[in-house]
């Protein structure tokens, strides 16, 4: 099915399907992103549909995206049948603002991690879904870095990260005249529209075009709960190969 549900959420799907634990999600098919590229909105049910996938995905995790309690997070993935590696887009960490943070530093007794993973959302939405160039954010790490008298992004630490996202927020409101959107669920039908444009970018193009890539329908989009490399030095996200990908061992 990787022509309706791009390669990732093919594979996730068949993994779902053979009892390997991933992480639970749902899949928004090419034939939407055809769609909305074409008549820019989405087909009749749209709206009904994704209400009803996301709370069968808050009923699996347990977590509601938005909850000020047990907040869920999730990833918005770019998929096509055919893999583009880095040419589309991808949001990370959705569904955080003030009051989710609060919750998530709650629940993890963490609040460097909470802080970091908030502003790389911002960061990663910023430069994403609302066009902030994303040098505009580096060169504020670097500063914060400087500042904060450390070399490794890691170094810096909560007070830092905090500060870190008040910046972020304010070149936002600067580059685009708007507040960064703090609803969960506009941020989330904002990240899926960014991931199906993204299908038409200069990079993406010009990729299939290098690679002779034609006849797809666009990007499938995954939107999965979150997985976190970033708590510690005992958690890591990342790719499996089940065959060396250098020589097919």
């Known amino acids: 099915m990787k022509s309706l549900l791009g390669g990732k959420g093919a594979n996730l799907a068949e993994m779902t399907k053979i009892g390997i634990p991933v992480p639970p999600g749902f899949v928004i ?47 918005v993935r770019s998929g096509a049948a055919v893999s583009m590696p880095g040419m589309m887009d991808t949001i990370l960490n959705l569904g955080l603002n003030d009051e989710t943070v609060k919750a998530v530093i ?10 970091d993973c908030y502003r790389r959302f911002v960061q990663m939405f910023g430069d994403v879904v609302m066009g902030v160039a994303h040098d505009l954010f580096e060169e504020t790490i670097d500063k914060m870095k ?7 992004d890691t170094d810096l630490n909560a007070g830092n990260l905090k500060e870190l996202l008040r910046e972020f927020k304010k070149i936002v409101k600067k580059e685009t005249g708007k507040d960064f959107p703090d609803n969960p669920f506009e941020q989330l039908k904002m990240a899926i529209e960014a991931v199906f444009n993204s299908w038409d970018n ?48």
């Open 202 to 249: 200069d990079r993406a193009k010009a990729y299939r075009s290098i690679h002779n890539v034609t006849g797809l329908k666009g990007t499938a989009v995954t939107v999965q709960s979150m997985v976190f490399g970033n708590m510690g030095d005992d958690s890591g996200t990342g790719v499996a190969f089940t065959r060396n990908p250098s020589n097919g061992d």
């Open 29 to 75: 098919t090419t034939e939407v992103c055809e769609l909305f590229l074409k008549i820019k909105d989405y087909p009749e049910g749209f709206a009904e549909q994704l209400d009803r996938n996301l709370k069968e995905l808050e009923k699996n995790m347990g977590k509601k995206l938005g909850d000020v309690k047990d907040p869920l997070l999730v990833s």
């Open 146 to 152: 400087k500042k904060a008298s450390v070399t490794a």
């Open 106 to 115: 709650a629940n993890t007794g963490n609040e460097r991690f909470a802080y």
